[in-house]
């Protein structure tokens, strides 16, 4: 019983000095040169992007394919896994001014309903942002209005970012199953 009051008592005494160098006030120099040698600017932006993003599965342009089949008889396609380099534009319309490309894959994840495990790349080829990358992980179930979906990362102008992307479809064929999805994101990066 003394020991372990002896020893906590000891810790208390010990821990304000051991968190000081972690919870002090951020030293302004260090965190300066920090920011010099990984490139990078002290002041934090968020920018909001936002594009139409174009799936082709059918047809010879296909820019999406299918690389798992679903289980049999899953009515949510459960288990089928897509890759893709999908066309991103400014406008809904595919021969708008492309802007990038969407890499990655889309992999049926719900037994319920159409529910996507989005994981993509969005690799930037326009003006400023050409060859930056925001890096999208998150659920996407294509039938709802809205989805949202974390931004998890970034590169070049988008080093150590943060955000979310919202999708809404804004055109889809039923029948080939092409569809056009509008993309706002914003994303807080340096
Ligand atoms: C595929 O793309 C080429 C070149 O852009 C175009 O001429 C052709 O019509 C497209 N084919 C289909 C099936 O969409
Ligand atoms: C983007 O960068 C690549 C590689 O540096 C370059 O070849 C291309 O012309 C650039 N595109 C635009 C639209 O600036």
Not at 28 to 44: I, P, W, Y
Request: hydrophobic share 45%; charged share 15%.
């Amino acid at each position: 019983m003394a020991t372990a009051a002896a020893i906590s008592s000891l810790l208390l005494l010990l821990l304000p000095s051991l968190f000081i160098p972690i919870c002090g006030l951020p030293d302004a120099k260090t965190e300066a040169q920090f920011a010099k040698r990984a490139h990078m600017k002290l002041k934090q932006k968020v920018s909001h992007l936002h594009f139409y993003f174009h799936d082709v599965v059918s047809g010879r342009n296909a820019t999406a394919v299918r690389v798992t089949d679903p289980v049999t008889d899953s009515p949510s396609a459960f288990g089928m896994i897509t890759m893709m380099d999908d066309l991103l534009t400014l406008g809904p319309e595919p021969t708008s001014r492309p802007v990038g490309r969407a890499q990655g894959m889309y992999a049926s994840a719900s037994q319920q309903e159409l529910g996507f495990l989005m994981a993509m790349n969005l690799v930037f080829t326009e003006g400023k942002y050409n060859g930056s990358v925001l890096t999208v992980l998150g659920r996407n179930p294509p039938f709802h209005q809205v989805r949202e979906m974390p931004v998890v990362g970034g590169s070049g102008l988008f080093r150590f970012a943060r955000g979310f992307a919202q999708a809404q479809t804004h055109w889809l064929d039923m029948k080939s199953g092409d569809a056009v999805v509008e993309y706002s994101v914003y994303a807080m990066h340096y």
